[in-house]
């Protein structure tokens, strides 16, 4: 059976949508560092995996400290060391 160009971006679309289902609950119900491990698969495995940093500021805006300097910052900070660190160790892996 051959599959057209077509079939697969549309199988791929599907998956990359339900991984996002999968971060948001866990955004959720689930502690930050799960959040961070299950972030760092999404942009292993996608390329490029911009979500993660919509993600991370959602993560800022309901746990995010407003006490510490730069308060509602961390998320974001932490989804773009992750993008960058999946992205060099995506380029050595393959």
Do not use: C, H
């Amino acid at each position: 059976m051959k599959i057209f160009y077509g079939q697969a971006t549309n199988q791929l679309v599907r998956k990359r949508i339900i991984f996002d289902i999968i971060l948001l609950g866990a955004v959720f119900y689930t502690p930050w560092w799960i959040v961070a491990i299950i972030s760092f698969a999404g942009a292993f495995f996608w390329r490029p995996y911009f979500e993660i940093f919509i993600f991370g500021i959602l993560l800022d805006l309901l746990y995010g400290a407003s006490a510490f300097p730069l308060g509602g910052v961390y998320g974001i900070l932490g989804a773009l060391a992750i993008f960058i660190t999946a992205s060099y160790a995506k380029k050595a892996v393959r």
